[in-house]
């Protein structure tokens, strides 16, 4: 007679975009669980990683990172009012901010690798050597696919 209605949840699952944010959460939960001991999150871990060499401008940081700079100015926020960074201006161009590692960032960083090395452990053994492979390099290729699709003038910023 009528038209079946379909659940949420069948819905849901027609929109790849929430598929990729459901699994993004689930991931970084997980991530979380296992990094929190070290003080920082999940998302904080990249950014302490990408400073591990030393100073970068918050422009590179945010093309490194592919956030947009407010984004990196509220992963910075917490980390700064902790001391773990540092947030200075570029002597060599005022209009500039360096970011680096304080040295108690550097301790945070290190005690941090070691959580985030079981965290992709933890993962790693759930998927399995062949499904992480696929995972990885699915995500890769998205990534790269859609970066080069929406193109604009705000990639600059994003992490071209």
Not at 43 to 50: D, E, N, T, V, Y
Not at 81 to 94: G, T
Not at 151 to 159: H, M, N, S
Request: charged share 30%; aromatic share 4%.
């Amino acid at each position: 007679m009528g038209k079946e209605q379909k659940s949420v949840e069948q819905l849901l699952n027609e929109c790849a975009g929430f598929d990729l944010r459901r699994t993004a959460r689930r991931v970084t939960n997980l991530y979380d669980q296992i990094i929190e001991p070290s003080g920082i999150t999940a998302a904080q871990w990249p950014l302490l990683r990408a400073l591990e060499h030393g100073t970068l401008s918050m422009s590179r940081l945010s093309t490194e990172l592919q956030v947009d700079r407010t984004s990196l100015r509220r992963m910075l926020d917490p980390l700064e009012k902790h001391n773990l960074v540092a947030v200075s201006r570029d002597p060599l161009d005022k209009r500039s901010r360096l970011v680096s590692l304080t040295e108690q960032g550097d301790l945070a960083r290190k005690s941090a690798h070691t959580h985030w090395r079981r965290a992709q452990e933890t993962l790693f053994q759930i998927l399995g050597e062949d499904q992480w492979r696929d995972l990885v390099s699915v995500l890769r290729k998205t990534n790269r696919a859609v970066r080069e699709a929406t193109r604009d003038d705000r990639d600059e910023t994003l992490g071209s």
